[in-house]
């Protein structure tokens, strides 16, 4: 079996095709445990703010089951490190950019098509977008605040436990 990495992109498009599905109630707990899990493996990063974005945020849209997370980061963290350390600890790379510190991971690709729980995950500098995104708050399908009108004050692990 060919290895992700090795195959042409006819071959990932195959494997990995766009499908829409009615909303699965159990986006939210996939969140929530990925949520989790990332602020332990990322806690000496200084997480200032993590949230479940796109349309599986959104009860009763109809979505691609892609989870997926914006996780913003001090502007003075470790692209490198954040990016080996996701890595080791089975998130797949898609693309880093040094300069804008800015890191796109995948996860729940496999060589046989989608696992059972699929991610992507937007790393970027805690305010510094070129675009626009929503939060949503309790599955409500209204934006609470664009996360740029966000503060920028970033959060230790205990701070962003507390918050929830």
Same mark, same amino acid.
């Given at each position: 079996?060919?290895?992700? +990495? ?28 990925? @949520? @989790? ?29 892609? #989870?997926?997370?914006?996780? @913003?980061? =001090?502007?003075? %963290? ?10 080791? &600890? ?18 729940? %690709?496999? =060589? &046989?098509?989608?696992?059972?729980? #699929? ?13 626009? %995104? ?8 209204? =934006?609470?605040? =664009?996360?740029? +009108?966000?503060?920028?004050?970033? %959060? ?9």
């Amino acid at each position: 079996m060919k290895a992700l +990495q090795d195959m042409s992109l006819e071959e990932l498009w195959q494997l990995f095709p766009i499908v829409l599905q009615k909303h699965n109630p159990d986006y939210a707990m996939w969140y929530s445990s990925e @949520e @989790e899990s990332l602020i332990d493996l990322l806690r000496d990063f200084n997480i200032c703010r993590i949230n479940h974005i796109g349309s599986t945020a959104v009860a009763g849209l109809i979505a691609k089951p892609i #989870v997926d997370i914006l996780l @913003e980061l =001090p502007a003075t %963290y470790d692209v490198n490190a954040a990016a080996q350390l996701l890595h080791s &600890n089975g998130w797949i790379i898609m693309q880093q950019d040094d300069t804008q510190k800015t890191i796109d991971l995948n996860k729940g %690709y496999t =060589p &046989n098509g989608f696992a059972d729980k #699929v991610y992507h995950l937007h790393i970027r500098p805690v305010g510094d977008w070129g675009e626009l %995104y929503f939060t949503f708050s309790g599955g409500s399908r209204m =934006p609470v605040l =664009p996360v740029r +009108q966000l503060t920028s004050t970033c %959060y230790t692990p205990q701070r962003l436990v507390q918050q929830k």
